[in-house]
T-cell receptor, first 113, second 116 residues
Framework: KAGVTQTPRYLIKTRGQQVTLSCSPI?????VSWYQQTPGQGLQFLFE???????NKGNFPGRFSGRQFSNSRSEMNVSTLELGDSALYLC????????????FGPGTRLTVL | AQSVAQPEDQVNVAEGNPLTVKCTYS??????LFWYVQYPNRGLQFLLK??????LVKGSYGFEAEFNKSQTSFHLKKPSALVSDSALYFC??????????????FGTGTLLAVQP
């Protein structure tokens, strides 16, 4: 099976702009989670979608949003970008059931100037 | 609050020697525990997990981990380190009792450096 894919791999934006990141999960996986990775804060959970519904949300401002489509593909959006949003954004997918491990994509490196 | 601690920012070991990367957790309820590895400019790669059953779990690339409920630890081990094992290692926990979620709580990561 093909792994989790994320597009784009790299992005450079300026403060105040918005950005949309895309994630295609492994075929058959219905759960998609997003994480932000920064040197200072480490890996932090953003949100999880399952069958097009947000199932859980981390402690991030409302500028961070996401959605999931009927084919399980997911997008996350960050509006009004701030310098501190510069990070590696990781998407992970897993089959239904909390005993399963998550499979991570390569990430999108976002740089905000 | 649920949390995971990796007390060592970096672990240095000589090739061929055994390695241990430490992880302790603080959760309410019975946790599911995971180890992931991250190579530079890459996503996280799953190594192994503990759900229930035997306290010693074996995973990919010769890694294993021991679940110790009384010490709330889940240390990652390998009998003989390879230079190619050099990477960033993350311990993570999921608490199924808090509801239907795949949310993982990660430790801060431990950089493993294996010297030839």
């Amino acid at each position: 099976k093909a792994g989790v894919t994320q597009t784009p791999r790299y992005l450079i934006k300026t403060r105040g702009q918005q950005v949309t990141l895309s994630c295609s999960p492994i075929s058959g996986h219905r759960s998609v989670s997003w994480y932000q990775q920064t040197p200072g804060q480490g890996l932090q959970f953003l949100f999880e979608y399952f069958s097009e519904t947000q199932r859980n949300k981390g402690n991030f401002p409302g500028r961070f949003s996401g959605r999931q489509f009927s084919n399980s593909r997911s997008e996350m959006n960050v509006s009004t970008l701030e310098l501190g949003d510069s990070a590696l954004y990781l998407c992970a997918s897993s089959p239904a059931g909390s005993r399963n491990e998550q499979f991570f994509g390569p990430g999108t490196r976002l740089t905000v100037l | 609050a649920q949390s995971v601690a990796q007390p060592e920012d970096q672990v240095n070991v000589a090739e061929g020697n055994p390695l241990t990367v430490k992880c302790t957790y603080s959760v309410s309820g019975n946790p599911y525990l995971f180890w992931y590895v991250q190579y530079p400019n890459r996503g996280l790669q799953f190594l192994l997990k503990y759900i229930t059953g035997d306290n010693l779990v074996k995973g990919s690339y010769g890694f294993e981990a021991e679940f110790n409920k009384s010490q709330t630890s889940f240390h990652l081990k390998k009998p003989s380190a390879l230079v190619s094992d050099s990477a960033l290692y993350f311990c993570a926990v999921r608490v199924p009792s808090v509801g239907a979620t795949n949310k993982l709580i990660f430790g801060t990561g431990t950089l493993l450096a294996v010297q030839p």
